[in-house]
């Protein structure tokens, strides 16, 4: 992989993965900078590696990362580490109302880290937060474009 140098003063840069555990790798080295309060914001095709980016995110917070996966019933999943609790959002299955009544920006507001998949469905979404882009180049390679906020 062409890893993304994710660190204190990284602020943006793009990342080629070819496979998945590549894409956990480079949400993992996301996570290790991620603060209470840090929101992620992640956009991309059904099967671009979304999912598998906020594994990778679970796990460099401390979190377990094994049962990360794309939420089903439960529209917020919750996930336990040690200085911070990952809170994962997916709004594929959502209608904007029902997006509105779900109170993301109290949760964004929070203590916790929000990592929220298909994250343009939410008008409200707040701006100067993390954003990850994550692109199918094709067969199993990936574009992952990550910008940091200011
Ligand atoms: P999303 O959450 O964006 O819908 P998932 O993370 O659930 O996507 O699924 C991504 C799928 O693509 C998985 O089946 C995974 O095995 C496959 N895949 C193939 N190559 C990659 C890659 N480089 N990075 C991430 N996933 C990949
Ligand atoms: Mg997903």
Same mark, same amino acid.
């Given at each position: 992989m062409t890893q993304p140098p994710v660190g204190p003063t990284f602020r943006s840069g793009v990342a080629e $993965? @070819?496979? %998945?555990? #590549? $894409? %956990? *790798? *480079?949400? #993992? @080295?996301?996570g290790r900078e991620l603060r209470p309060g840090d929101v992620v914001l992640l956009y991309g095709d059904l099967g671009a590696g979304k999912t598998a980016f906020v594994r990778g995110i679970a796990r460099g917070i401390g979190a377990n990362p094994d049962d990360v996966s794309s939420p089903t019933f439960t529209i917020v999943q919750e996930y336990a580490g040690p200085s911070a609790t990952l809170y994962h959002v997916d709004l594929y299955r959502l209608e904007p109302a029902d997006i509105d009544d779900l109170g993301l920006e109290d949760l964004v507001s929070g203590e916790g880290i929000v990592a929220i998949e298909w994250a343009e469905r939410w008008k409200g979404r707040p701006d100067d937060v993390t954003e990850v882009w994550i692109k199918d180049l094709g067969e199993d390679s990936r574009a992952i474009t990550i910008e940091r906020p200011r």
């Open positions: $993965t @070819a496979n %998945e555990s #590549e $894409t %956990e *790798a *480079a949400g #993992e @080295a996301l």
